[in-house]
C-alpha cells in the first residue's frame, strides 16, 4: 500500500511542482480597469425633446483569487434610480474572446444577465451586446476609451438592427486614489 503512494506522489510530483498554468498574457490589457473608478455622464432621453439626466457610478474592481476573472462591482445612481451589478470581465482561449457579464442585485431583473463579447484594440474595449425584451431585440454598443490610466470615456448606443445606433448615455470616468 504504501508503495502504491509513493509511486503516485513520483508520477503526480512533477505536476504539483510546477504549479498553476501560466496566465493568459491577454488579461494584462484588463488590468487597465483595476481599482476604484467614479463616473459622472449623462443620459440623452429616448424621446424628442426629453430632458438629459445625469448619472454617477461608483465601480471597484479587482482580480479572483486565480487570476483569470475581473470583478467589479457597481454602485450606480441614474437620477435617483438605483442600479447595483457585479461585472466579470475575463478572456476565453478556448474561443480567443474577451468576455463581460454582468448581474443585477438591485434596478434590473436576475433571470437574464447581460453578457457580451469585447475587443480591446489599444486603449478601446468595446463590447457589444444584444438585449431581447417583450420579444423585441435591441443591440447595445459599449465603448471605452483609456485617455490615460486615470481617465476614461464611455459611451452606450443602441440599435435596432445593428446598423443605426443611437448614443444613451455618455461619461467621463476617473481614477481614485493611488
Known amino acids: 500500500m504504501l508503495a502504491a503512494i509513493l509511486s503516485s506522489l513520483l508520477v503526480a510530483g512533477p505536476v504539483l511542482a510546477s504549479g498553476p498554468p501560466a496566465r493568459p498574457p491577454q488579461l494584462e490589457a484588463l488590468d487597465a480597469q483595476s481599482g476604484h473608478w467614479v463616473y459622472h455622464g449623462t443620459i440623452t432621453p429616448a424621446r424628442a425633446g426629453g430632458k438629459p439626466s445625469s448619472?454617477?457610478?461608483?465601480e471597484h474592481c479587482g482580480w479572483s483569487a486565480n487570476r483569470l476573472f475581473?470583478?467589479?462591482s457597481f454602485d450606480?445612481?441614474?437620477a435617483?434610480?438605483?442600479?447595483?451589478?457585479?461585472v466579470v470581465d475575463t478572456w476565453n482561449s478556448q474561443d480567443s474572446t474577451y468576455w463581460h457579464y454582468e448581474m443585477y442585485a438591485v434596478g434590473a431583473g436576475g433571470a437574464k444577465p447581460f453578457a457580451s463579447k469585447m475587443t480591446i484594440q489599444g486603449d478601446t474595449w468595446t463590447e457589444l451586446g444584444e438585449n431581447d425584451e417583450h420579444g423585441e431585440k435591441s443591440y447595445d454598443r459599449i465603448t471605452y476609451v483609456y485617455a490615460s490610466p486615470t481617465r476614461v470615456k464611455v459611451k452606450v448606443e443602441v440599435s435596432p438592427d445593428r446598423e443605426h445606433w443611437r448614443t444613451t448615455l455618455e461619461a467621463t470616468g476617473v481614477k481614485q486614489g493611488g
Open 70 to 72: 475581473l470583478t467589479c
Open 80 to 86: 435617483g434610480r438605483t442600479v447595483r451589478s457585479l
Open 55 to 58: 448619472f454617477t457610478w461608483d
Open 76 to 78: 450606480n445612481d441614474y
